[in-house]
């Protein structure tokens, strides 16, 4: 529950993000960033939502993709533009827009995509803009294509629950200290998928669970449902 407070403290020096953040999550966040990393092939046309400082898009670049990067924030993106003029071949496969999660729809309209990818950003959303987002990306997907979700997400056990809940409380203080803003982890995803027409095809748990990377696709499909994964 701290993972989101702490990442937008460490926002603050961009340039130390990635490396900051892999240290909170003891090591998580890098793999998860390999994990999606896998997703990605030649020729493939990818959006990184919350693309942040760049690591995953120039890694993406590297395996041949063509990759759009979307994120609200100007001192991440300047990073991010500082590392691409270190690598000029790859300036060629990366389309950056400085814009917010409810902007996309609107921006890339015209535009469809193999993958989609969202790490870490979700939470950061309100509930309204987190739905419409969810949504929009269904409809960016070319057919076969994915949306790859990796977040801090509210458990769906009860007693689970009731530990966050406490939890919640405890680090509210501190957390709204560091961030002056409310936020939580991912709450309401199962109604937010099945309202833009996805399902969960799979899961990997990270971090005890207090992490997890999903894999959506476009409608009923012979997999597991949000529910049973």
Same mark, same amino acid.
């Given at each position: 529950?701290?993972?989101?407070?702490?990442?937008?403290?460490?926002?603050?020096?961009?340039?130390?993000?990635?490396?900051?953040?892999?240290?909170?999550?003891?090591?998580?966040?890098?793999?998860?960033?390999?994990?999606?990393?896998?997703?990605?092939?030649?020729?493939?046309?990818?959006?990184?939502?919350?693309?942040?400082?760049?690591?995953?898009?120039?890694?993406?670049?590297?395996?041949?993709?063509?990759?759009?990067?979307?994120?609200?924030?100007?001192?991440?993106?300047?990073?991010?533009?500082?590392?691409?003029?270190?690598?000029?071949?790859?300036?060629?496969?990366?389309?950056?827009?400085?814009?917010?999660?409810?902007?996309?729809?609107?921006?890339?309209?015209?535009?469809?995509?193999?993958? /989609?990818?969202?790490?870490?950003?979700?939470?950061?959303?309100?509930?309204?803009?987190?739905?419409?987002?969810?949504?929009?990306?269904?409809?960016?997907?070319?057919?076969?294509?994915?949306? /790859?979700?990796?977040?801090?997400?509210?458990?769906?056990?009860?007693?689970?629950? /009731?530990?966050?809940?406490?939890?919640?409380?405890?680090?509210?203080?501190?957390?709204?200290?560091?961030?002056?803003?409310?936020?939580?982890?991912?709450?309401?995803?199962?109604?937010?998928?099945?309202?833009?027409?996805?399902?969960?095809?799979?899961?990997?748990?990270?971090?005890?669970?207090?992490?997890?990377?999903?894999?959506?696709?476009?409608?009923?499909?012979?997999?597991?449902?949000?529910?049973?994964?």
């Amino acid at each position: 529950m701290l993972i989101y407070g702490l990442m937008k403290y460490v926002e603050s020096v961009p340039l130390r993000y990635d490396k900051v953040m892999n240290v909170l999550t003891l090591g998580r966040h890098g793999q998860a960033r390999e994990i999606l990393l896998n997703e990605v092939k030649a020729g493939m046309e990818v959006l990184d939502i919350g693309c942040g400082t760049g690591v995953f898009a120039l890694a993406a670049a590297e395996k041949g993709a063509k990759i759009t990067c979307v994120d609200a924030s100007a001192s991440m993106l300047r990073i991010f533009r500082q590392r691409i003029s270190q690598r000029p071949d790859l300036e060629p496969s990366l389309d950056i827009r400085e814009c917010g999660a409810a902007s996309i729809g609107h921006v890339l309209k015209d535009r469809r995509f193999d993958l /989609v990818t969202a790490s870490l950003m979700l939470g950061e959303l309100p509930a309204s803009v987190r739905t419409h987002t969810i949504r929009v990306s269904g409809t960016l997907l070319k057919d076969g294509g994915r949306f /790859v979700v990796c977040d801090e997400f509210w458990p769906r056990n009860p007693f689970l629950s /009731v530990v966050y809940h406490l939890l919640f409380w405890i680090f509210f203080i501190p957390n709204f200290l560091l961030t002056r803003t409310l936020i939580q982890p991912v709450k309401g995803f199962d109604e937010d998928i099945s309202s833009a027409g996805l399902v969960i095809a799979k899961r990997y748990s990270l971090l005890m669970g207090a992490m997890a990377i999903l894999w959506l696709e476009p409608g009923a499909t012979e997999g597991c449902t949000s529910r049973a994964c």
